[in-house]
């Protein structure tokens, strides 16, 4: 059974500080990593995605990927209330095909 | 660029009804997904189709079926509804591959 592990918070940050929301799974075959941001009774929205090790920075968000941990995590700067949300991890199983497994979500709160 | 569409927005049933939501996908995208999202969970894969033929499926009864068309459209049915299949359906299309996933703006189905 592949899983995504995510804290599922609240995790609460002030406004212009960093936000670091973790993931780890258990496929250690999986290649591809997503971050999907959803607002409260809408869709998932993509944020960002990795495919190797290390940091991949666009914008004020930055995606992380340690495969021998089999840890992904985001990083979002300057933090503003618009970034409330639940964040999803997703990791695609070994082989790709784009069949996604989620984790449950990190909820964030950036409070002014 | 038109996106992922889905309809309709909202559906209600009763137990033991079958229903049909709809997805167009985004232009350019051949591969369509869907996922099945309880609230306070993060979504499930149902299935995905490939040049109109089923590419993969999750772990979900035969009584969820679905369709490609060969304009990449799709349907997913579901026959004989039971309460716990209340959920948000999500369809996501994508260029196939590794490529991320983007999603439509979901059907809401309540049953009752």
């Known amino acids: 059974q592949k899983e995504v592990e995510q804290n599922s918070g609240p995790l609460s940050v002030p406004e212009g500080a960093i936000a670091s929301l973790n993931c780890t799974y258990s496929?250690?075959?999986?290649?591809?990593f997503f971050w999907y941001r959803q607002y409260s009774g809408k869709s998932p929205e993509l944020i960002m995605f990795?495919?190797?090790?290390g940091d991949k920075e666009d914008g004020r968000f930055t995606a992380q990927l340690n495969k021998a941990s089999q840890y992904v995590s985001l990083l979002i700067r300057d933090s503003q209330p618009s970034d409330s949300a639940t964040y999803l991890c997703?990791?695609?199983?070994?082989?790709?095909?784009?069949?996604?497994?989620f984790g449950t979500g990190t909820q964030l709160k950036v409070e002014l | 660029e038109t996106g992922v569409t889905q309809s309709p927005t909202h559906l209600i049933k009763t137990r033991g009804q079958q229903v049909t939501l709809r997805c167009s996908s985004q232009?350019?995208?051949?591969?369509v997904s869907w996922y099945q999202q309880a609230l306070g969970q993060g979504p499930q894969f149902i299935f995905q189709y490939y040049r109109e033929e089923e590419n993969g499926r999750g772990n979900f009864p035969p009584r969820f079926s679905g369709l490609q068309f060969p304009n990449y459209s799709s349907e997913l049915n579901v026959n004989a509804l039971e309460l716990d299949d209340s959920a948000l359906y999500l369809c996501a299309s994508s260029q196939g591959g590794n490529s991320p996933l983007h999603f439509g703006n979901g059907t809401r189905l309540t049953v009752t």
């Open positions: 990795i495919y190797s090790n």
């Open positions: 232009s350019g995208h051949n591969t």
């Open positions: 997703a990791v695609n199983e070994e082989g790709g095909g784009n069949k996604l497994t």
């Open positions: 496929d250690r075959g999986s290649q591809s």
